[in-house]
């Protein structure tokens, strides 16, 4: 059934016509539904719903408000009909009571089994636990037995502990003794910087120091007897080596063995000595054999040998060129020259005599900054183009093949430093700039000024420098290696410039490609004089 209701509580229409016009005014309508709320009811059969009327069946009676903008605009009331539903409701109730009984009975019927066989357990445990009694009393009359036994036993057991204690203390001490000796050995052996082995009568090796281990690329462990040399060196023309040294009689000269390279180590030459290990009542137990890397010893006398003939090379150029000028000058043909040519010739011995100035300079400041000294800079404010001009004015007779180009933009650039050491930056720069361009061409010198700082680059377009070796050029005594050219120099140029740039406060680097020709530029602060002001101070 379903019916309308107005919000004066009228029913404005139902299912059952004879309602219409009826008005409700029980408490629940008025309390519950007029306030906007859901009012409900199951209602069973022969029960009053809830306006007091006998229900001929089971129902829901359910009144629904309408609202309206937040008012109460009416309401619906439906009644549904649930009789098939409570029946079920009630089948299945008396189902499931059912199952529960059963389960019940089921339950208890396995309880009842399973004490059932608990007392059976129980009567069997007891009767294990009398006869573990009966054993327990047999087994403690052996044990009194044997304890009796055992009693005298200790005491004998006792007596021999004592005597070992003390043979054993006594050995601890001795072993300690021992001990310390070897570790004082082993902490002197690994202390020793050159190699050193042990070699016994069977020519096996018995003891190898950490330093061994390194030069001859191998790992040592003793074993019982020593290890056979060859089990540890795995390189056939070192181990020939090492066995020809150990067949000659200690104290004969053998010559140094050049490795051709080890995995771990970059070794290349070795020396090996030996003496003689003398045991008990002088006699002769094996041999020593003290393993020195002699490489860098090696390198630094190439070094010095090569230094030698470069800078004896480098220092007979410019004199040769000098002496041969001057016996033109002061021969029997001197008056055969014009003045003009007479000129030239003192001009080249001028210039031969500042390259060989240059080189001095570069091997005294070089053994200065070898013996920890600071190479001496006296800064004064000067013109930078100037200096630059005067440096490159040294070199325009060096080499006819050579175009000397200066590209000063900024001429008023003032800098607070050495001058005469920024001329000597300049002048390795030139000179390198003129060996490394062995067909001639341009060489351009650029000045500019920007950020705080003045810039110098010289170009040339020689031979370049192949990128592998560009983060070497700046190291002492190194020399691009080229199969092109025969330039000559000691290789202390670049490195010495470095040093006076940096002691300025500028920075020195290199931009070059093989065949594409070399620029070499550098840095220094400017004052914050400017060059009109410094022209009034110097007048």
């Given at each position: 059934?379903?019916?309308?209701?107005?919000?004066?509580?009228?029913?404005?229409?139902?299912?059952?016509?004879?309602?219409?016009?009826?008005?409700?005014?029980?408490?629940?309508?008025?309390?519950?539904i007029r306030q906007g709320n859901l009012y409900s009811k199951v209602v069973n059969k022969d029960q009053l719903t809830a306006e007091g009327v006998p229900s001929s069946a089971a129902v829901a009676e359910i009144y629904v408000p309408l609202m309206f903008e937040g008012n109460f605009?009416?309401?619906?009331?439906?009644?549904?009909?649930?009789?098939?539903?409570?029946?079920?409701?009630?089948?299945?109730?008396?189902?499931?009571?059912?199952?529960?009984?059963?389960?019940?009975?089921?339950?208890?019927?396995?309880?009842?089994?399973?004490?059932?066989?608990?007392?059976?357990?129980?009567?069997?445990?007891?009767?294990?636990?009398?006869?573990?009694?009966?054993?327990?009393?047999?087994?403690?009359?052996?044990?009194?037995?044997?304890?009796?036994?055992?009693?005298?036993?200790?005491?004998?057991?006792?007596?021999?502990?004592?005597?070992?204690?003390?043979?054993?203390?006594?050995?601890?001490?001795?072993?300690?003794?021992?001990?310390?000796?070897?570790?004082?050995?082993?902490?002197?052996?690994?202390?020793?910087?050159?190699?050193?082995?042990?070699?016994?009568?069977?020519?096996?090796?018995?003891?190898?120091?950490?330093?061994?281990?390194?030069?001859?690329?191998?790992?040592?462990?003793?074993?019982?007897?020593?290890?056979?040399?060859?089990?540890?060196?795995?390189?056939?023309?070192?181990?020939?080596?090492?066995?020809?040294?150990?067949?000659?009689?200690?104290?004969?000269?053998?010559?140094?063995?050049?490795?051709?390279?080890?995995?771990?180590?970059?070794?290349?030459?070795?020396?090996?000595?030996?003496?003689?290990?003398?045991?008990?009542?002088?006699?002769?137990?094996?041999?020593?054999?003290?393993?020195?890397?002699?490489?860098?010893?090696?390198?630094?006398?190439?070094?010095?040998?090569?230094?030698?003939?470069?800078?004896?090379?480098?220092?007979?150029?410019?004199?040769?060129?000098?002496?041969?000028?001057?016996?033109?000058?002061?021969?029997?043909?001197?008056?055969?020259?014009?003045?003009?040519?007479?000129?030239?010739?003192?001009?080249?011995?001028?210039?031969?005599?500042?390259?060989?100035?240059?080189?001095?300079?570069?091997?005294?400041?070089?053994?200065?900054?070898?013996?920890?000294?600071?190479?001496?800079?006296?800064?004064?404010?000067?013109?930078?183009?100037?200096?630059?001009?005067?440096?490159?004015?040294?070199?325009?007779?060096?080499?006819?093949?050579?175009?000397?180009?200066?590209?000063?933009?900024?001429?008023?650039?003032?800098?607070?430093?050495?001058?005469?050491?920024?001329?000597?930056?300049?002048?390795?720069?030139?000179?390198?700039?003129?060996?490394?361009?062995?067909?001639?061409?341009?060489?351009?010198?650029?000045?500019?000024?920007?950020?705080?700082?003045?810039?110098?680059?010289?170009?040339?377009?020689?031979?370049?420098?192949?990128?592998?070796?560009?983060?070497?050029?700046?190291?002492?005594?190194?020399?691009?290696?080229?199969?092109?050219?025969?330039?000559?120099?000691?290789?202390?140029?670049?490195?010495?410039?470095?040093?006076?740039?940096?002691?300025?406060?500028?920075?020195?680097?290199?931009?070059?490609?093989?065949?594409?020709?070399?620029?070499?530029?550098?840095?220094?602060?400017?004052?914050?004089?400017?060059?009109?002001?410094?022209?009034?101070?110097?007048?």
């Amino acid at each position: 059934k379903v019916r309308f209701f107005s919000p004066q509580g009228e029913i404005i229409y139902s299912t059952a016509r004879e309602e219409t016009g009826m008005v409700n005014q029980k408490d629940y309508f008025v309390e519950v539904i007029r306030q906007g709320n859901l009012y409900s009811k199951v209602v069973n059969k022969d029960q009053l719903t809830a306006e007091g009327v006998p229900s001929s069946a089971a129902v829901a009676e359910i009144y629904v408000p309408l609202m309206f903008e937040g008012n109460f605009g009416g309401a619906v009331e439906i009644y549904v009909d649930i009789s098939q539903r409570a029946e079920r409701l009630r089948t299945l109730h008396h189902r499931s009571l059912l199952l529960q009984l059963a389960l019940g009975f089921g339950l208890l019927g396995v309880i009842f089994a399973t004490l059932s066989k608990v007392r059976d357990a129980l009567l069997k445990r007891e009767m294990a636990e009398a006869a573990l009694k009966r054993a327990n009393h047999e087994l403690e009359d052996r044990v009194c037995e044997r304890t009796v036994q055992l009693e005298e036993s200790c005491r004998k057991l006792k007596e021999e502990v004592v005597e070992r204690i003390v043979v054993q203390d006594l050995l601890s001490e001795t072993l300690g003794v021992l001990q310390g000796e070897k570790d004082r050995i082993q902490g002197i052996l690994r202390s020793v910087g050159d190699g050193l082995m042990v070699i016994d009568e069977s020519d096996r090796v018995s003891m190898m120091n950490p330093a061994a281990e390194s030069l001859l690329d191998c790992r040592f462990c003793v074993v019982g007897g020593g290890v056979p040399l060859e089990s540890l060196v795995s390189n056939p023309g070192l181990l020939d080596y090492l066995n020809l040294v150990l067949r000659r009689a200690p104290g004969d000269g053998i010559e140094d063995f050049e490795l051709p390279g080890l995995a771990s180590r970059k070794v290349s030459v070795l020396r090996v000595r030996t003496s003689q290990l003398i045991g008990a009542e002088s006699r002769v137990i094996g041999k020593i054999l003290l393993i020195q890397d002699v490489t860098e010893e090696r390198s630094l006398e190439s070094m010095k040998r090569q230094f030698i003939s470069m800078a004896t090379h480098e220092l007979q150029t410019p004199l040769a060129s000098m002496i041969g000028y001057a016996e033109l000058l002061t021969g029997e043909c001197a008056e055969k020259f014009t003045l003009e040519e007479r000129q030239g010739f003192c001009t080249r011995i001028h210039e031969r005599g500042f390259a060989l100035s240059r080189i001095v300079d570069d091997l005294v400041d070089a053994c200065q900054v070898d013996s920890g000294q600071v190479l001496s800079i006296e800064k004064n404010l000067f013109s930078f183009s100037d200096r630059v001009q005067q440096a490159v004015s040294h070199f325009y007779f060096d080499s006819e093949r050579h175009q000397m180009v200066i590209d000063c933009s900024e001429e008023s650039l003032v800098v607070d430093g050495d001058g005469g050491r920024i001329e000597q930056v300049l002048g390795n720069l030139l000179s390198n700039a003129i060996k490394y361009s062995p067909q001639g061409g341009e060489i351009k010198v650029s000045v500019t000024g920007s950020d705080g700082f003045a810039k110098v680059r010289v170009a040339d377009q020689g031979i370049g420098i192949p990128a592998d070796q560009i983060s070497r050029v700046f190291d002492r005594f190194y020399r691009v290696d080229t199969s092109s050219t025969a330039a000559g120099g000691i290789g202390l140029g670049l490195s010495i410039a470095r040093y006076i740039v940096e002691a300025h406060g500028g920075q020195i680097w290199v931009e070059s490609e093989a065949r594409q020709g070399t620029a070499v530029s550098f840095t220094l602060p400017l004052a914050a004089t400017k060059l009109a002001d410094l022209s009034l101070a110097v007048g």
